[in-house]
């Protein structure tokens, strides 16, 4: 390509020479007028030109648009992290980007090929954010539950981060972190930096399991496990029951006849429950709430928005602990207080907690003054005169006629 032309020329002039009868200019000089033309052309059509005469390669469409409406963070807007597991709203490994601007920027889960945003939300549009640990893994992981304010059409978010040091480029931020420094803290610090309101984390203080773990024994558990409620006044639970497993005999008739004694042996296994919709979860009790974890979607009761709780079915082995709060959790957290008006409570059960964290839970609901509804009006057993007293009734209605 020919060096770029010599602008302090007039152009225009050179035209008239060469268009002129008898023409002036010969071959040479026509071939160098055109050369010259073609370069004005593009260098004037080209949409910057470097200081050094060369000229820069043309913005792709894509690329205008970001800068027309750029919403999404860019590298150099954003500390990013890659390969993070999602699991809410989508389960698949994505680039997670952090905004650095409190008020404009936003968290993202990018593509790590195409970099374009599969989902997000803003800083500002996040009520709550908690980090708590995965339950039953051999290697430490921690979740990241994000909840959206309400009213603002944001869905949940809910990533995993792996409990080892930073390894690698996998972090590319302009935050110094030491090599020793773990995922988690490297995160945690980095979203601190932007939240209005901090990450909540479990403590100990607050709650501490005291079932016998599986896995990393050597470690305290600061969950309990639970089934989510019923549905519709329906039990989550259902037997399923393999009938050629059942014990049996015949009569002399030939007749299939159940061992009764068996058949309710085998109806008491606790192996045998299941729950619908796999609502099986995890009970966290934090400083600032209870969070129920981790099948879509997250629940999340801040203090404000309980009204009450109690315990239903307390049995040997296991119990059920009742929420009823001011405001739907799974959907997003709710600013209201309680005494808001409009409001109609909704009861959620969490059943099947293990008798041995009863004491522990009890000790967290009166700390943070939590109602006890346990010896409610409601939950009092119905009198029913199913054997009242024979001709208790005609005795009346023999009064009322005299």
Request: proline share 7%.
């Amino acid at each position: 390509m020919p060096d770029p032309p010599d602008y302090s020329e007039s152009l225009l002039s050179r035209i008239n020479l060469a268009t002129s009868k008898p023409p002036v200019s010969t071959n040479s000089q026509l071939k160098k007028l055109l050369e010259d033309v073609r370069a004005f052309i593009s260098a004037s059509t080209s949409p910057q030109l470097q200081s050094n005469g060369q000229q820069q390669p043309p913005l792709s469409k894509k690329r205008k648009l970001e800068h027309v409406n750029d919403q999404s963070p860019t590298l150099d807007q954003a500390d990013t992290i890659a390969d993070v597991s999602f699991s809410i709203p989508q389960r698949k490994k994505l680039k997670l980007s952090l905004g650095r601007n409190p008020e404009q920027g936003s968290i993202k889960a990018c593509n790590p090929s195409t970099n374009e945003t599969e989902f997000g939300i803003t800083w500002r549009n996040i009520e709550h954010c908690v980090c708590v640990p995965v339950p039953e893994k051999a290697q430490p992981q921690w979740n990241f539950c994000i909840f959206p304010k309400e009213g603002g059409g944001d869905e949940q978010i809910l990533f995993t981060i792996p409990g080892g040091n930073v390894k690698g480029d996998t972090i590319h931020s302009d935050t110094q972190f030491s090599p020793d420094e773990s995922y988690k803290d490297v995160v945690m610090r980095m979203m601190n930096q932007r939240l209005k309101r901090k990450i909540s984390e479990p403590n100990e203080k607050e709650f501490v399991s005291q079932v016998a773990q599986a896995y990393r024994k050597g470690e305290k558990a600061v969950h309990a496990k639970a089934f989510r409620g019923s549905k519709d006044g329906k039990p989550i639970f259902h037997l399923k029951i393999s009938f050629a497993s059942i014990p049996r005999f015949h009569n002399c008739s030939g007749r299939c006849i159940l061992d009764t004694l068996q058949f309710r042996h085998f109806l008491s296994s606790p192996f045998r429950l299941t729950s619908l919709g796999r609502e099986t979860g995890y009970l966290f009790l934090l400083s600032s709430g209870i969070v129920w974890g981790f099948k879509k979607p997250l629940a999340f009761f801040p203090f404000h928005a309980i009204t009450s709780i109690s315990y239903t079915s307390v049995l040997q082995r296991t119990f059920n602990l009742n929420i009823t709060t001011s405001s739907s959790p799974f959907s997003s957290s709710s600013s209201k207080p309680p005494s808001s008006p409009n409001t109609t409570d909704a009861e959620i059960e969490f059943s099947m907690i293990d008798q041995a964290d009863f004491a522990g839970i009890d000790a967290y609901v009166r700390r943070h003054h939590l109602q006890d509804a346990s010896m409610a009006e409601q939950r009092r057993a119905k009198k029913l005169n199913v054997n009242g007293i024979k001709g208790a009734a005609d005795d009346d209605d023999g009064g009322d006629g005299a």
